[in-house]
């Protein structure tokens, strides 16, 4: 087989060089146009209100306060965090538990009206009734200003489940036969055999789980009526949109905002470092069919 | 064996759908008979308004709970408070109104969607309970009131005065470039004025993305932006007019000459104001009583400057008025409320005594602020919670308070006698303001938001120069023939 570099080893092609050279200037222009933005939040986040007012773009700092981060914190931020951490806790617990099951036993080749099941489950990612009607069968369950609404409701994503569903479908069948002869029940099949070798899956559906739990706020507003139980997207997004009102006197500058947006960002960007390579590799696994 | 676990599973799988469908039923029972209203036991009541009407804006839930505790006591009531953020009130009041209609909810932009909750039976007439209120008809006049009747009958109140607005522009960039305008120019007047800021490194005139800000610009052509009212009491097309037209070619001058603001489209409320204190633009449109708040916060950015209204633009043919906004928020009582009494005490005490007033735009003392050597200061929870202790808030409210209990802050003081003066002169040059009555032309009712949609992308079209009027105009007629435009007047003016 004839290598494309061939010379002696070490030797490196002009053409590779060139290559190298292009590859780095592409992926330095694509890091900087994702960095740069960041750059700039984190800078006006810290930046005084009077060289916000006076600059449209602020990448160099001119003065540092941490005076909008003092706010946040001193805005009932801690308290809203709490729910947040709660809601997404729990929900995820259960969306996890939930999702597992489901896709083990969907995976199932004689699962009993398996077309049928699979077919009304795809069924939901399509046909949508809208908020009204979704409002309508929470409250009638009595789950109305209830962190139950955010749970219960949204417990199951069918494009999680299908991902699940599709990766314990890979999983050789002659592992699982083989713990059925050693008189395994299928529960124990389901939490000593196949949970354990599904582990990519289920933290990168975990993470995906999280992420939607944590920003969930259309349904806090929704389905919560106590401003004590709100989450912390709806507080900051509050404290964010007070001077959007046409008659609020609420100061308007955006070094508050690119603060608001910092908090917001911190908490998935301190989980997900743990769960990277699980992430990345679980995409491309729940994807494989047998 | 297997078998057996496999019918088990299925029986699991239908109880759990069964359960589930279950929850769908019709609730028609009433989970209590929360109403008793014995001498002892409070009325309840839910009372829906967004989360920064709570006392001085200020978003805590503990602040919010002491401003309930107070309203509770003064009217004997036992209130739920659903106080949704402002920027999502309208899908969660839109959401509640199908089956949980608080009995007490405030309505925002009433002058077009009033007449659309009172004809699907949400709110409930007012006609008897206004009449026991005195503090309401006293201070009301009955030509807004007039605004929120629905076949004759009252079915909300104003929660603020009328509002309007006005070009606010900065001094110090009019001494620079040596703009000399009046504060009732001419069209004319004002597009040579502007004409001399473009190209000295600031704005000359930023406005919003709200296109409904735009019969400011409107009026001095005799033209009115959307469906208005002509000599003879008759409904017509106000966009589809010479004169709407000329409105619009007047401002697709202003943006193609760098005079209005290239960014306008995406500019929210918040960005023209920060442009204008900042200094970043030399005139907004913006509310009557906004002259203290522009000082205070070009101050706080070392920005500093007089600012100096412009009331109303003057046309060719003398027409004139500025943005009049008439009746934007309303106060509501639900039409299944069970005591409407009680509703309208509420009412009355939160937004039409002093106390209650003083209540909704500073809080609790002691909790929201305090008294330090005569000068209200905010406490360090309000303060953290966006809280704003502001005369300009009072300036929107029916009662007028004569004293405070405090001293402002020195600026506020020395300022507020000139605000007071250009609060009572933008009075004197209110705009026109028709209201179209709901329940009257079905079609109407159905086609109402898309025909406010068209007209806004129509106007916008033309301002950014993409399309020309005539053009404009062309797509416009073919939507008015699409609704059955031409039939939905018919129905109104029957």
């Known amino acids: 087989m004839k290598r494309m570099n061939s010379g002696p080893v070490g030797y490196v092609s002009v053409g590779r060089k060139i290559f190298n050279i292009s590859n780095a200037v592409f992926l330095f222009i694509v890091s900087m146009v994702v960095l740069i933005p960041l750059l700039m939040v ?8 009077a060289v916000v007012a006076r600059e449209e773009y602020v ?56 077309k049928f099941l699979i077919r009304f489950v795809v069924a939901t990612m399509v046909l949508d009734a809208g908020i009204i009607p979704f409002y309508m069968v929470v409250k009638n369950l009595g789950l109305i200003d209830s962190y139950l609404a955010l749970i219960i409701p949204a417990a199951i994503s069918t494009y999680n489940l299908i ?85 609020s006197s609420a100061s308007a500058l955006n070094n508050f905002k690119m603060a608001v947006m910092i908090m917001t960002m911190i908490p998935v960007l301190i989980l997900y470092p743990f769960i990277q390579k699980y992430f990345i590799s679980g995409i491309m696994l729940g994807s494989v069919k047998e | 064996m297997i078998k057996g676990k496999k019918i088990c599973t299925l029986l699991l799988c239908s109880v759990m759908s069964v359960s589930l469908l279950g929850g769908c039923k019709n609730d028609k029972q009433v989970s209590k008979d929360p109403n008793n209203t014995g001498s002892e036991e409070r009325v309840k009541l839910t009372f829906c308004m967004s989360q920064t009407g709570w006392g001085g804006e200020a978003v805590d839930p503990e602040l919010m709970k002491e401003v309930e505790r107070i309203i509770e006591e003064k009217t004997n009531t036992d209130l739920t408070i659903i106080a949704p953020p402002q920027s999502s009130y309208n899908d969660k009041l839109n959401t509640l109104l199908t089956s949980d209609i608080p009995d007490i909810f405030a309505v925002r932009k009433a002058m077009d969607t009033l007449q659309v909750m009172a004809a699907r039976g949400y709110t409930r007439s007012m006609d008897d309970l206004i009449k026991t209120a005195p503090e309401i008809t006293s ?28 070009i606010w522009l900065r001094k110090d960039v009019m001494d620079e470039c040596g703009v000399n305008l009046s504060q009732t120019p001419t069209t004319e007047e004002f597009y040579n004025e502007m004409k001399k800021m473009v190209g000295k490194g600031v704005i000359p005139f930023t406005f919003p993305k709200f296109l409904d800000n ?122 299944k409320t069970k005591h409407p009494e009680k509703a309208m005490e509420v009412i009355k005490y939160y937004f039409y005594t002093m106390e209650g007033v003083k209540l909704r735009c500073l809080g609790v003392e002691g909790k929201h602020f305090t008294i330090e050597d005569g000068r209200i200061k905010a406490t360090e929870k309000a303060a953290n919670s966006g809280y704003k202790s502001d005369v300009n808030s009072f300036l929107l409210y029916y009662p007028k308070i004569d004293n405070y209990g405090f001293k402002w802050d020195e600026t506020t003081e020395r300022l507020l006698p000139k605000q007071m003066e250009y609060v ?55 939507f008015w023939k699409s609704i059955k435009g031409d039939e939905m007047l018919e129905q109104l003016n029957k």
């Open chain 2, 214 to 335: 735009l019969p400011f610009f409107f009026n001095p052509f005799g033209a009115y932006y959307g469906i208005g009212v002509d000599e003879n009491g008759k409904f017509y097309d106000g966009f589809n007019t010479p004169e709407a037209k000329e409105a619009l070619s007047y401002v697709a001058k202003l943006y193609a000459e760098g005079i209005w603001d290239q960014e306008f489209i995406t500019n929210e409320n918040a960005i023209i104001r920060e442009k204008l204190f900042s200094g970043k633009a030399a005139s907004t449109l913006d509310y009557f009583n906004r002259y203290i708040y522009y000082i205070n916060e070009s101050e706080k950015v070392n920005a500093g400057t007089e600012f100096v209204p412009v009331y109303e633009l003057v046309g060719p043919r003398g027409d004139r008025g500025n943005l009049n906004e008439a009746i934007q928020d309303v106060l509501c009582i639900s039409s």
């Open chain 2, 139 to 166: 201070l009301v006049d009955p030509k807004y009131l007039d605004y929120l009747t629905v076949d004759g009958k009252l079915h909300a109140v104003p929660m603020y005065v009328p509002l309007s607005k006005v």
């Open chain 1, 59 to 114: 990448l160099i700092p001119r003065g540092i306060t941490f005076d909008n981060y003092i706010r946040i914190f001193k805005s009932g931020y801690m308290s809203a965090f709490i729910n947040s951490i709660l809601v997404t806790v729990a929900a995820t617990a259960v969306s996890m538990l939930l999702t597992v099951v489901m896709g083990y036993a969907m995976a199932q080749k004689d699962l009993i009206g398996k």
């Open chain 1, 163 to 247: 991902l699940m569903k599709n990766y314990i479908s890979s999983i050789p069948t002659s592992i699982i036969e083989a713990a059925r002869i050693d008189g395994c029940s299928e529960l124990g099949i389901l939490f000593k055999i196949v949970l354990p070798i599904s582990i990519p899956i289920i933290a990168a559906i975990t993470l995906f789980y999280a992420v939607s739990h944590w920003n969930s706020y259309l349904n806090v507003v929704i389905f919560i009526n106590d401003s004590s139980k709100y989450t912390l997207q709806v507080l900051l997004r509050q404290l964010v949109y007070q001077s959007e009102s046409a008659i």
């Open chain 2, 424 to 478: 009572e002169e933008a009075n004197k040059h209110l705009g026109s303001k028709y209201l179209v009555p709901g329940g009257k032309s079905a079609l109407y009712d159905k086609n109402l938001s898309a025909y406010k949609k068209k007209i806004d992308e129509i106007s916008s079209k033309i301002i950014l120069g993409t399309t020309t009027v005539e053009k404009g105009y062309e797509e416009y007629e073919k």
């Open chain 1, 42 to 49: 984190i800078v006006t986040s810290l930046s005084p209100d």
